[in-house]
């Protein structure tokens, strides 16, 4: 079994039948590890679905295999890739990676400018988020919005949360975020400038041919940069 086994899309109101058994492996799999989620009702899942914001994967014999969906804190400036599961005849065949990547384009295409973060103790999942570009971070770098951390109470760990004042925990946190890898990508490119001589000369006559808006941002760098090396 690989992953061409599998098909991977953005969740739609009709896959809403599988919310409920979604919710059951999500609590066993959290059971299984020793620790606690956010527990989430059949009728919110479904309602993820329901606005397109959640990804859910298919074997190609039709059955439900995977499932991820998308929460907003902090009036939409912080998103989750929240509840990852993979059903466990499915395991091992790089599905929770596509799952992830999937719901990761999700995110930016729906919130382009969110920081993107994850609380995890699993280190299959840690890879994953450091593959996206996900990098490790301190929890006050997270949204401190109150509805989020309350849903850390249903974790057997809450109490060490607590106890260290929620500045950490046993999970660590992962962030990506976007403005950084824009200014990520132009230093490197900045970097690249340096390397040759006579590249900024060229770079600078590309650019007078390009009509770049003052707030194009990355798009624009990256175009500039595929030019400038073809």
Not at 200 to 227: A, D, H, W
């Amino acid at each position: 079994m690989n992953i061409n086994d599998f098909i991977v899309q953005v969740a739609l109101p009709e896959h809403r039948v599988f919310a409920e058994e979604i919710c059951t492996e999500m609590a066993e799999s959290a059971k299984a590890r020793g620790t606690g989620i956010a527990k989430r009702s059949p009728a919110y899942v479904a309602g993820k679905m329901e606005e397109g914001k959640a990804v859910i994967a298919f074997h190609k014999d039709g059955r439900w295999a995977g499932f991820c969906y998308i929460e907003t804190w902090s009036h939409g400036q912080f998103v989750a890739n929240s509840g990852l599961i993979v059903s466990p005849e499915f395991r091992k065949a790089g599905l929770a990676h596509a799952i992830k990547e999937a719901i990761f384009k999700l995110s930016r295409t729906l919130y382009p400018k969110a920081k993107i973060f994850g609380l995890t103790t699993g280190l299959a999942v840690m890879k994953i988020n450091s593959d996206l570009g996900y990098e490790p971070v301190t929890y006050s770098e997270l949204t401190q919005d109150e509805d989020f951390w309350k849903g850390c109470q249903s974790c057997v760990n809450f109490e060490i949360l607590k106890m260290k004042e929620r500045k950490n925990c046993m999970c660590t946190a992962m962030l990506y975020d976007p403005a950084e890898k824009k200014h990520e990508a132009a230093k490197i490119f900045a970097e690249e400038l340096q390397k040759k001589p006579g590249l900024y000369e060229r770079f600078m006559r590309i650019k007078q041919r390009l009509v770049v808006k003052p707030k194009s941002g990355l798009k624009s760098v990256l175009l500039l940069f595929t030019l400038l090396f073809k």
